[in-house]
Antibody, heavy 121, light 106 residues
């Protein structure tokens, strides 16, 4: 059974960087069968896909167009986890952030517990 | 690709048959998933590939559709089914979600 455990601060000052980690158990971050995603949810935006990383003989990543230049998603094979970094945070980035596994293109079948991140001083 | 769900909310009763629709702004073949979300929890995958039930999901849930029009049906609503439901297209990036349908107790 795949489990995703998120960690990271819940408060980020404006202009600083939001950093979250998602530890994976029950699967490998390097698997060829899955992609590892970040999604956020807020009352104003609903569910919003942020980006993903995945391994297919080499590492790939994709990002939401609206966040390109601010977002980085990186794998850590030694710790079997992924990380999200979102810089230049504003109050508009306030949301619950989730990591999620996409398995064989079937949608997101495993999710982290969610982290409420508030962009505020 | 924009996804439009209807209705946005629905007052229903235990035992009712419920149908939620999801319309895509362009064709997505059968690349649609449905999720259930309860307050304070992450979404839970119910159906993928428009009509395939995720392992462990009760058979009262079913999905259908292809192209631009999809439906999620709950054949006989149970107390634990009162939640918000979302569709998601996984045809092309960026993956997008519908705005949600909230089932409330009548």
């Amino acid at each position: 059974q795949v489990q995703l455990q998120q960690s990271g601060p819940g408060l980020v000052k404006p202009s600083q960087t939001l950093s979250l980690t998602c530890a994976i158990s029950g699967d490998s971050v390097s698997t060829n069968s899955a992609a590892w995603n970040w999604v956020r949810q807020s009352p104003s935006r609903g569910l919003e896909w942020l980006g993903r990383t995945y391994y297919r003989s080499r590492w790939y990543d994709d990002y939401a167009e609206s966040l390109k230049g601010r977002i980085t998603i990186t794998p850590d094979t030694s710790k079997n986890q992924i990380s999200l970094h979102l810089n230049s945070v504003t109050p508009d980035d306030t949301a619950v952030y989730y990591c999620a596994r996409e398995f064989l293109g079937r949608g997101f079948d495993s999710w982290g517990q969610g982290t409420l991140v508030t962009g505020s001083s | 690709i924009q996804l439009t769900q209807s209705p946005s909310s629905l007052s229903t009763s235990v035992g009712d048959r419920v149908t939620i629709t999801c319309r895509a702004s362009q064709g997505i073949s059968g690349f649609l998933a449905w999720y259930q979300q309860k307050p304070g929890k992450a979404p839970k995958l119910l159906i993928y590939a428009a009509s395939t039930l995720q392992s462990g999901v009760p058979p009262r849930f079913s999905g259908s559709g292809s192209g631009t029009d999809f439906t999620l049906t709950i054949s006989s609503l149970q107390p634990e089914d009162f939640a918000t439901y979302y569709c998601q297209q996984v045809n092309s990036h960026p993956y997008t979600f519908g705005q949600g349908t909230k089932l409330e107790i009548k």
